[in-house]
């Protein structure tokens, strides 16, 4: 059974412990790319700063790029429900709850691959 984690920081430790961190990076870059959001984040990259560039750039997606933001997490397939839940008074909390739910669902995809291959 896929392991729902916590937060941010749960998730990125079990993609590490799990050996799957550099799939998680792959999926991340792939589904970007997809939605036309050219991001590389390199695979040397660390979780920290993986977690840090990653809440930037939604950030920057929704404050100047709503429409390419709606469209990524459509491509990424991030729950409607779970957006809807979210509250967006605070761009800033925003962007990080949305950041953790684009991680969970990717980390979902590279999960469920690698255990049911």
């Known amino acids: 059974m896929f392991p729902i984690p916590e937060n941010t920081d749960f998730l990125l430790a079990d993609a590490e412990k799990e050996n799957l961190y550099l799939s998680l990076i792959e999926q991340i870059n792939k589904d970007f790319n997809l939605a036309n959001e050219g991001i590389d984040f390199p695979l040397s990259i660390s979780p920290e700063e993986l977690k840090i560039q990653l809440h930037e750039k939604i950030y920057r997606m929704i404050q100047y790029k709503f429409a390419e933001y709606l469209n990524l997490l459509y491509i990424i397939d991030v729950s409607e429900s779970e957006i ?10 925003l962007a990080e709850q949305v950041s953790f739910l684009v991680l969970k669902r990717e980390w979902q995809k590279v999960w469920f691959r690698n255990h049911f291959k």
Do not use: R
Request: aromatic share 0%; net charge neutral.
């Open 84 to 93: 809807k839940k979210l509250d967006g008074s605070d761009l800033v909390i």
